[in-house]
């Protein structure tokens, strides 16, 4: 791929030649709807109700022709619960002969054997089981009771249909930090292979980060862990910030915001970055003339995103070329400032940083949440999470995230 911008340095390492940004994203995130049957404490994009703003059928169909044209060779999907769009095995099916690959993110719950056999069937798609505790009493305190057992359900029958190189996807928590080895034996007997990512307070996550974003001790255990199993470990590129400890992980080490990743929400909105749902870093819509590819190659905020970076007071840390200073969604979500260290920073600067905010800071909230307002079964209901408000749902999806839906 070429780049976007004349002054792109040619020759040296990889990761300058990305800071500068490609003409097309290497990994393209694409939430296809906020509806989902259960609310996770930490779901970054707050879903729970369907958009009825959503992209149509062929909406979606031009968005991959697109994406084809555009040499973009696969796509990261997501949700909410991808799954539970009537027409979300048609979108499959049409990007992969598109020549769009297809990884998915998904808790199982239309995993069935017969999905299951449909899936190890077809070439060019991947599929990421979402599981945030090794034991049930771990992941449904977070996900909802009965959640691991539908994600064991769907593993099993992925695993019996023979599937091949599925994931199990974790995002690491207080909760589970101590459970790594457990999460890669459980993945191992399925013959899957185990990714795990970073806690970020993005959307639900930001109400929940304080409780459960890993301890200091916990950072520095789990360094070591991927010291020693990284190369059987995905990981996303999402904990550059540890390589400060000393050794780089493996990986690009950098924010790839507006540079080499960006977000297509349900409704066409296309943001910097999957982990920042917020008005700031909203670059366009597919909808808009010249579509995504306008919007990736010309956008105001990609153009600055792309642009050299200072990297404020932590180009002064002996670790800056290690970390270099850390997720942007971390920082904003927190209050501090981009050009700032992470919250999560191991040298302890993030920890001063926070201890430094202004008293009267009001953290920036995602202008988007579509979380539930009517009950959900399974719902969490650890870790401080507000009550649910004893009033009748103004919707009938605020109701069930499946109202409306032929999820036959």
């Not at 084809?68 to 997501?78: E, I, L, S």
């Not at 909105?269 to 982990?275: G, I, R, T």
Request: a negative charge.
């Amino acid at each position: 791929m070429t780049a976007v911008l004349p002054q792109r340095p040619t020759g040296g390492r990889l990761i300058d030649q990305f800071e500068y940004g490609l003409d097309a994203p290497i990994c393209l995130t694409w939430e296809l709807t906020y509806a989902c049957n259960l609310a996770c404490a930490h779901c970054l994009s707050s879903s729970g109700r369907r958009d009825p703003r959503e992209l149509t059928t062929a909406e979606a169909e031009a968005v991959i022709d697109e994406l084809q044209r555009m040499q973009v060779f696969y796509v990261n999907v997501g949700g909410g619960e991808p799954t539970v769009r009537p027409d979300f095995w048609h979108l499959l099916d049409y990007a992969i002969g598109h020549d769009v690959g297809v990884k998915f993110s998904t808790n199982g719950v239309k995993l069935d054997k017969a999905r299951a056999a449909q899936l190890a069937r077809t070439d060019y798609v991947d599929v990421q089981i979402s599981l945030d505790g090794a034991t049930a009493e771990v992941n449904d305190r977070v996900r909802g009771t009965g959640s691991y057992a539908t994600a064991i359900r769907a593993l099993e029958n992925l695993a019996e249909a023979g599937m091949r190189d599925f994931k199990v996807s974790v995002v690491v928590t207080r909760e589970n930090a101590g459970q790594l080895d457990a999460f890669k034996a459980l993945t191992d007997s399925y013959g899957a292979q185990l990714r795990i990512t970073r806690l970020r307070p993005s959307g639900r996550g930001a109400d929940v980060w304080d409780e459960l974003h890993p301890t200091m001790a916990q950072q520095k255990e789990l360094y070591s862990w991927l010291l020693a199993n990284g190369d059987g470990v995905l990981t996303g590129d999402s904990f550059f910030h540890l390589s400060a400890f000393g050794e780089a992980l493996p990986g690009l080490n950098l924010c790839g915001a507006g540079r080499v990743v960006c977000l297509i929400d349900p409704v066409g909105d296309v943001y910097a970055c999957p982990f920042a749902i917020h008005e700031n870093f909203l670059a366009g819509n597919v909808r808009s003339e010249g579509g995504f590819q306008r919007v990736w190659q010309t956008s105001d905020l990609f153009t600055e995103l792309r642009s050299p970076q200072t990297g404020g007071a932590c180009t002064k840390c002996a670790h800056f070329d290690a970390c270099r200073g850390g997720c942007m969604a971390a920082k904003f979500f927190t209050g501090l400032p981009l050009d700032g260290p992470d919250p999560e920073c191991v040298q302890g600067y993030g920890e001063h940083a926070l201890a430094a905010r202004d008293a009267q800071l009001i953290t920036p909230k995602s202008h988007i949440d579509h979380s539930h307002t009517g009950p959900v079964r399974g719902q969490p209901t650890l870790l401080g999470m507000p009550s649910i408000p004893s009033r009748a749902p103004a919707k009938i999806c605020d109701e069930s995230p499946l109202a409306g839906l032929d999820l036959r």
